[in-house]
């Protein structure tokens, strides 16, 4: 699926922009799928194990900062990490043993729909070495006005910055810190069935979404499988116990089989503990956290 262009341009730069991955009835299924369960959040009042609702969120006008988890919530979003396009450019960029740990249908309603603050993802969750990504397939499409993914190339061969505020894990990087390259920022734009990858160890963030169309972008983030877990901020998978956790081990073996001997390299790990007071997402451990924004308030009209 990649060529080789590709490949040394994600290896370099730590991030990578790619079309039609998938195909028109995939992109159309999936859109169906997610506008269906934002259609059925008219009936929540309060977050749950499937929506973190976003401020001013109603029956009349739903608001969801994100879907959670939404593999386990239909196996179209499982179907398609195991057999589709992505699954080989995953294959192309991990090997050939992978592992999905974790999913996220990142919604950002218009009119104000919530900032991801600058991070690492690898601040969340260190492992025993760092051949881990995210990807992104855009479900609508995005451009600079609706809070499109922003990254800092290279930035996945430097430093973990600090994410803590005043000695807790707030999930963000001071957008004061002199190591914060904000000159080198790209945004990643694209018509809906785009494609992102970007690095666990790749800053990266986006701005609130202040015009009038949504943007979702569906998020997942895959491990090569020798890739173990030392701790995982609010991962559910810690909270299985064994049997549980090797059940869904296997389940969440996307390409080839888990594997038992973990690659331990020397990798920069500080643990994203003590938590914020709400750790159970990205904008609620920023938020509860103390993170400072990075981004301009609303514009006056
Ligand atoms: O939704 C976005 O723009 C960024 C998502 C992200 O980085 C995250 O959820 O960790």
Redesign the pocket.
């Known amino acids: 699926m990649l060529d080789d262009y590709q490949k040394a341009f994600y290896w370099d730069n730590g991030y990578l922009l790619i079309e039609n991955v998938l195909g028109a009835a995939e992109l159309a299924q999936l859109q169906a799928i997610a506008y269906d369960f934002i259609e059925a959040s008219r009936e929540v009042t309060e977050s749950n194990d499937i929506y973190d609702l976003d401020s001013g969120h109603s029956a009349q006008t739903p608001r969801l900062n994100r879907i959670k988890l939404p593999h386990k919530h239909h196996p179209y979003f499982d179907h398609i990490l195991k057999k589709s396009g992505v699954t080989e450019v995953l294959k192309d960029l991990l090997g050939p043993n992978a592992t999905l740990l974790t999913s996220?249908l990142?919604t950002?309603a218009p009119g104000g729909g919530a900032a991801?603050e600058w991070?690492q993802?690898w601040a969340f969750y260190p492992h025993t070495n760092d051949d881990i990504l995210a990807f992104g397939l855009m479900l609508d499409d995005v451009t600079p006005e609706n809070?499109p993914?922003q990254v800092i190339p290279g930035s996945h061969k430097g430093p973990i910055l600090s994410h803590h505020m005043e000695g807790v894990f707030c999930g963000a990087v001071d957008p004061d810190d002199p190591m914060f390259e904000a000159d080198k920022i790209v945004t990643l734009t694209g018509r809906a069935g785009c494609m992102t990858v970007h690095h666990a160890r790749t800053l990266?963030g986006?701005a609130p979404n202040y015009s009038d169309r949504s943007r979702l972008?569906l998020?997942y983030e895959i491990a090569k499988a020798d890739a173990w877990p030392l701790l995982g901020s609010g991962s559910y998978f810690h909270t299985l116990g064994q049997q549980r956790f090797w059940e869904d081990l296997q389940a969440r073996t996307i390409i080839g089989e888990p594997c038992l001997t973990p690659r331990v390299e020397l990798v920069p790990v500080r643990m994203p503990l003590p938590p914020a007071a709400d750790s159970s997402s990205?904008f609620r451990t920023q938020r509860s956290g103390g993170a400072k924004t990075a981004f301009a308030p609303k514009p006056e009209k």
């Open positions: 996220k990142n950002k991801v991070h993802d809070g993914l990266h986006s972008i998020f990205i």
